[in-house]
Structures are given as C-alpha cells and as structure tokens.
C-alpha cells in the first residue's frame, strides 16, 4: 500500500521476519506477534542518503506497513519493534480497510545504543483508509519532518506550529494526567454513596475539565 507519495529512491519495500524481535520480547509477546500481527514490511528509509535532507536529534526515518490478523493488541506490539530499532519509526498498521498511524520520540538507550527508550507515543483513532488527510513533508530538515508529522497525528494539531516537539509533548504529558485524575475521581464518585461526599468530588471534578480546556486552547 502507498500511503505516503514518497520518493522513489527512499523505498526499500522489504519483509521483515516477526521473529526478527523475539530477542527483544517475552514469551507472552511473542505469542502476541503470531496471534495478531500478519505481515511486517519496511517500506520507506528517509536519511541523508536517500532524500538528501539532515537531522541533528533525528537521523533516520523509517516506514514501516504492518499488517493485523486482528484489530487488538497492536499496542503492546509495536513498543517491542520500537526498541529493537534504535531510529524513528512511522509505522502504519492495516487491518482490512481501516488505518492507524502511530510514531514515537525517542532516544538511544544510555547504556546500549542498539537498543532505544520510547519517550512519547503519538497515534491517531482507526480510520478510513480512503479519507486520509496526513502526509510526510518533506523539507528543512529530517527533525522538522519528524516534528510535523507528530503535530498532525497528536491530540493537540491545532496547538501553534511554532511550538517545538518538546513543548508539545509536554503539554500531551498535562493533557494526559489530567484526564487521569478526572478519571480517578469520577470511578471515586461511583463508589460513593453519601451525596454529601460526592459534592466536593463534583467540584474538583469542574476544576480539572476547566483548567483541561484551558489547555486544550492554548
């Protein structure tokens, strides 16, 4: 599938083993990779050498097509494929006509720089494979590459542009524990019987949605 009109020299459009990453995943994992995933291929290298554009804290891109027996799971997958690969990964994953795009920054491991430390995942719902409206631009830098296409697929691609990728994930870091605690505080409601108890809960529960919208605007 040619999801992203990419240039023809990055291509690769190579299969990848599953059992590639079994060094990498337990034996529960690896039941997982044989019980969901269906088909791995790289499709697409964006480096200096293929697309004649740099980075500084990214230095290769790559694409990957990964095709699902079934639609569950995949989260649980994907972390073991991006720890054994130590590059930025797009991974688009197919599961009959629907889609999700899902990437993640992140760094070398301090210790062994084969392996990487997810950082922040980004991902979009299942959709259409027919409705997309994500693309990879291709300009500046690889790290503006990267950069843009985390902004398009986060929870947040109205926030400013000008923002950088650090400041955005920070703000999906507040986003995220705020839906948390309103989360733990309705599930505290639920089990609350005495109506008195639930006022105050209610109350901070108005709280955390305003200074969440708030957020959500910025």
Not at 66 to 89: D, F, G, M
Not at 118 to 136: E, H, L, N, Q, R
Not at 137 to 160: H, R
């Amino acid at each position: 599938m040619n999801f992203f009109q990419l240039p023809n020299q990055a291509k690769k459009d190579k299969s990848i083993p599953k059992n590639a990453f079994y060094d990498y995943a337990t034996s529960k994992q690896k039941q997982l990779f044989v019980d969901v995933v269906d088909k791995i291929r790289w499709q697409y290298k964006l480096a200096s050498d293929t697309i004649n554009l740099e980075g500084n804290e990214v230095q290769e891109i790559q694409i990957f097509e990964i095709s699902l027996k079934q639609r569950k799971n995949i989260e649980t997958v994907l972390p073991i494929i991006e720890k054994a690969i130590p590059y930025h990964i797009i991974f688009i994953i197919l599961f009959k006509d629907e889609v999700m795009l899902y990437t993640s920054q992140k760094h070398a491991h301090p210790v062994n720089e084969n392996n990487a430390v997810v950082d922040w995942v980004f991902k979009t719902d299942w959709f259409d494979s027919a409705s997309s409206k994500y693309s990879i631009v291709l300009k500046e830098s690889l790290d503006k590459v990267f950069s843009d296409f985390c902004f398009q697929i986060s929870n947040n691609s109205e926030t400013n542009s000008k923002k950088d990728l650090k400041e955005l994930i920070e703000k999906e870091q507040k986003i995220q524990d705020l839906n948390n605690q309103i989360d733990r505080l309705e599930a505290q409601i639920k089990r609350t019987k005495q109506f008195n108890k639930k006022q105050p809960l209610n109350s901070e529960i108005n709280t955390l949605k305003q200074r969440l919208f708030m957020l959500l605007k910025d």
